[in-house]
């Protein structure tokens, strides 16, 4: 369980590093990250596979990187559905999106060492 709400920690921390540096990636207040990454969570659980599996072809056919798109519309998809939180444009998704990948990815590697050095 604290696994998870530290990923949430990290990805409402995400969403304000970006609001913070990124111009066009609009968030006013850590209560409006808060409630963005769990409507991303709910959108990626229930979208993404859905988008995913339609842009399956363009995704295998740019050896992956076509996945970035499909992630800056689900967070297009998000700032619609949030109040207050908005992104202007698909530069700022897109450049969103991939920053959000590489901090899941950071996540990833640094938990997963974690859990090898347990064993």
Sequence with gaps: MSKILLHFAIIVAAFLLLARY???FYVPD???????ALVLGLVNATLGPIVT?????????SL??????????????????V?????????????GAVVLAAVNLL????????????E
Excluded at 83 to 95: D, K, Q, R, T, V
Aim: glycine fraction near 6%; charged fraction near 10%.
């Design 53 to 61: 599996f339609l842009s399956l072809p363009l995704i295998i056919l």
């Design 107 to 118: 996540y990833n590697r640094a938990t997963a060492a974690r859990e090898k050095s347990k």
């Design 30 to 36: 850590v209560g409006t990250a808060v409630i963005a």
């Design 22 to 24: 990124l111009p066009g």
């Design 64 to 81: 992956g990187a076509f996945w970035f798109v499909v992630n800056a519309f689900l967070l297009i998809v998000v700032a619609f559905l």
């Design 83 to 95: 109040p207050n939180f908005a992104i202007n444009g698909w530069a700022p998704a897109l450049i």
